[in-house]
């Protein structure tokens, strides 16, 4: 069986550029040389600072946008001692960076319906699943929803209005498009009939988000995929710190348990129990 970091490397960075884009978020740009080209939507690196980090385990990180070969992008928010450290580095400090991890989405053909559904960073895997979409020439048939509190945590929103696909906002205050949740907005535009429920539902964010994803989904029946935002230990299966209970009907159910870091972190929602 092949190995989790058979294609995966560990090397020293340095960031090349950051922007702050929302509250207390930001995206970062790092030189990453010979990373291999097929790189799918929800694969993820292990980001350390290279010294003086205040933590001893790395943070999980999905790649946002690969702009050039050598460039990679992460959208980060600040959240503790780990996630600060990266984004009040200055420019040129150096990352220790294992990539590309875990198992990401397989990007639809192009006469499939797809639907994003973000909350907060839970954006990041859906950049790159937009452009690859836009690459097919699918624009007009990818739908992205996606949600935040307040108009500042549709993080890099900027990015996806550039993007000439379909988009639907939701904030709880009402501060910019739809007032609700993400799901209640989704709901509302299944009910009018703009979106077809035999669409692909692609979905990440917070695990509240993504509990109440997984009842929708299997109340209305749609097909769904969830990349699971998770703690992790080691990024590729050795520790078993990132476990999610599988289904006893899905492709895992021979085991209890699979790791979110290397048999996922995107799964069908018919392979485990959320």
Same mark, same amino acid.
């Given at each position: 069986?092949?190995?989790?970091?058979?294609?995966?490397?560990?090397?020293?960075?340095?960031?090349?550029?950051?922007?702050?884009?929302?509250?207390?978020?930001?995206?970062?740009?790092?030189?990453?040389?010979?990373?291999?080209?097929?790189?799918?939507?929800?694969?993820?690196?292990?980001?350390?600072?290279?010294?003086?980090?205040?933590?001893?385990?790395?943070?999980?990180?999905?790649?946002?946008?690969?702009?050039?070969?050598?460039?990679?992008?992460?959208?980060?928010?600040?959240?503790? +001692?780990?996630?600060?450290?990266?984004?009040?580095?200055?420019?040129?400090?150096?990352?220790?960076?294992?990539?590309?991890?875990?198992? =990401?989405?397989?990007?639809?053909?192009?006469?499939?319906?797809?639907?994003?559904?973000?909350?907060?960073?839970?954006?990041?895997?859906?950049?790159?699943?937009?452009?690859?979409?836009? /690459?097919?020439?699918?624009?007009?048939?990818?739908?992205?929803?996606?949600?935040?509190?307040?108009?500042?945590?549709?993080?890099?929103?900027?990015?996806?209005?550039?993007?000439?696909?379909?988009?639907?906002?939701?904030?709880?205050?009402?501060?910019?498009?739809? +007032?609700?949740?993400?799901?209640?907005?989704?709901?509302?535009?299944?009910?009018? +009939?703009?979106?077809?429920? +035999?669409?692909?539902?692609?979905?990440?964010?917070?695990?509240?988000?993504?509990? /109440?994803?997984?009842?929708? /989904?299997?109340?209305?029946?749609?097909?769904?995929?969830?990349?699971?935002?998770?703690?992790?230990?080691?990024?590729? =299966?050795?520790?078993?710190?990132?476990?999610?209970?599988?289904?006893?009907?899905?492709?895992?159910?021979?085991?209890?348990?699979?790791?979110?870091?290397?048999? =996922?972190?995107?799964?069908?929602?018919?392979?485990?129990?959320?």
């Amino acid at each position: 069986m092949a190995s989790a970091l058979d294609s995966s490397q560990i090397v020293l960075a340095p960031i090349v550029a950051s922007r702050e884009v929302g509250e207390q978020a930001w995206v970062i740009d790092v030189e990453i040389s010979g990373i291999a080209d097929s790189l799918r939507p929800g694969q993820f690196a292990m980001l350390s600072l290279s010294e003086n980090s205040p933590t001893v385990i790395a943070r999980p990180f999905s790649v946002y946008d690969r702009p050039e070969p050598n460039v990679f992008t992460f959208l980060v928010q600040k959240m503790g +001692k780990g996630t600060a450290a990266l984004v009040e580095a200055p420019i040129g400090t150096m990352l220790r960076c294992l990539l590309p991890l875990g198992n =990401g989405f397989d990007v639809a053909a192009a006469d499939e319906d797809v639907v994003m559904v973000a909350g907060g960073v839970g954006s990041a895997p859906f950049l790159m699943y937009a452009q690859q979409r836009i /690459a097919l020439g699918a624009s007009e048939n990818t739908h992205m929803f996606f949600g935040g509190r307040t108009q500042q945590h549709l993080f890099d929103h900027k990015s996806f209005d550039e993007l000439s696909l379909p988009t639907y906002y939701s904030t709880d205050d009402g501060s910019h498009g739809f +007032k609700g949740n993400v799901i209640a907005c989704l709901a509302a535009e299944l009910d009018k +009939k703009r979106i077809s429920s +035999k669409s692909t539902f692609v979905a990440c964010g917070p695990e509240g988000l993504l509990h /109440a994803f997984a009842d929708f /989904a299997r109340l209305r029946n749609l097909t769904a995929f969830l990349s699971l935002e998770t703690y992790m230990g080691c990024g590729f =299966g050795v520790c078993n710190s990132c476990p999610v209970p599988t289904s006893v009907e899905g492709k895992f159910s021979d085991w209890p348990y699979a790791t979110t870091c290397s048999q =996922g972190p995107v799964f069908s929602l018919a392979d485990i129990q959320i």
